[in-house]
């Protein structure tokens, strides 16, 4: 009934998904402003998730000794107490996470626990119940502040104390590798720790994009030196050749497939030179270099300019 009471309070108060309910009477002091709290998500049938108290607070698992003092309160039918974010954030700027405590072990040890602080709680000003009225549409049951023992108009009631605390609000941690962490105050930053693999995978990612910029450029250095050279064959053009066209230039000069002849593949005399290999299977038998009975020359167009040098 307790959990039913204050599931009807947050329902009411229709904060839009922020405060969460205080699951039991018994754990109603272990949801106050810096406490710690595990959240895990209950399973894929259940989109919500499960909120666990614990004993301990930030302090507990923060290194060193140093108090934290950044909490504040408002008063009025119930009482709100919350953590200042500002003056939190500037406590724990410089602080670390110590991973030998309990808590931290055994959170690190689950991929669905993420550790959350509790920023905000809100508690009962006085006398509260949870009443169960009878009507035409069936039972509904509404969350109210008592000024007397027994009012009338209810069927059933549970009644629980002033200042007890009936929600809670929280915001996640995310637990760095080194020890450093950062409080996610907003709905976009999730929490949890960072994994060795996650930093694996991030100095992977970040090595790809280095190597694929130093391969971009490599490959920009080759297209700027193919233009220049076709630019630079170009000048000896009168007019734009075709494969037919070139089949026969210069008298007896012949361009042949080289592989016909038992020659291998290999770089053109013209513009397969220094560290560019430009490699061709034509060339012409009429011509020779450096003792060789034949040269190795791009159809199109190394043949046309190679002979026209030759004249």
């Known amino acids: 009934m307790f959990a039913a009471a204050t599931k009807s309070f947050v329902k009411q108060v229709g904060d839009g998904g922020r405060l969460v309910p205080v699951p039991s009477l018994s754990e109603a ?5 810096l406490s710690l709290v595990v959240k895990k998500k209950r399973c894929f049938l259940f989109p919500r998730y499960k909120f666990t108290s614990t004993p301990f607070t930030l302090k507990d698992i923060l290194l060193g000794d140093r108090e934290i003092s950044a909490v504040k309160a ?9 953590v200042e974010v500002s003056t939190l954030l500037k406590e724990i700027t410089t602080r670390k ?8 072990r055994q959170s690190r040890s689950s991929r669905k626990a993420v550790l959350c602080v509790v920023m905000e709680s809100i508690r009962t000003s006085r006398q509260c119940s949870l009443s169960v009225h009878a009507g035409i549409r069936g039972e509904a049951m509404r969350f109210h502040f008592m000024d007397e023992q027994n009012p009338k108009g209810r069927e059933k ?6 200042h007890t605390t009936i929600a809670f609000s929280v915001f996640e941690l995310f637990i760095y590798l080194d020890g450093a962490f950062d409080l996610c105050v907003t709905s976009v930053s999730k929490g949890g720790f960072e994994r060795e693999d996650t930093a694996t995978f991030a100095l992977l990612y970040r090595l790809r994009n280095i190597l694929f910029e130093r391969n971009r450029r490599v490959m920009d250095a080759i297209s700027r030196s ?3 050279l076709e630019d630079l064959f170009s000048d000896y053009y009168d007019k734009p050749l075709s494969m037919t066209d070139i089949s026969l230039k210069e008298g007896t000069h012949i ?6 002849h038992n020659i291998p593949k290999g770089p053109c005399i013209l513009c397969g030179m220094g560290n560019l290999k430009r490699e061709t299977v034509y060339g012409c038998f009429q011509c020779s270099v450096d003792g060789q009975k034949y040269v190795r020359l791009h159809a199109v167009p ?6 026209k040098r030759m004249k």
């Open 157 to 162: 009631a549970i009644v629980f104390p002033a």
């Open 226 to 228: 193919q233009l220049y």
């Open 29 to 33: 002091d272990k949801y106050q402003p």
């Open 74 to 82: 408002s008063f009025g039918v119930v009482t709100k107490h919350e």
């Open 97 to 104: 996470i110590n991973f030998d405590h309990s808590l931290i």
């Open 255 to 260: 361009r042949v497939n080289l592989l016909n």
């Open 302 to 307: 190394c043949f046309d300019i190679w002979h």
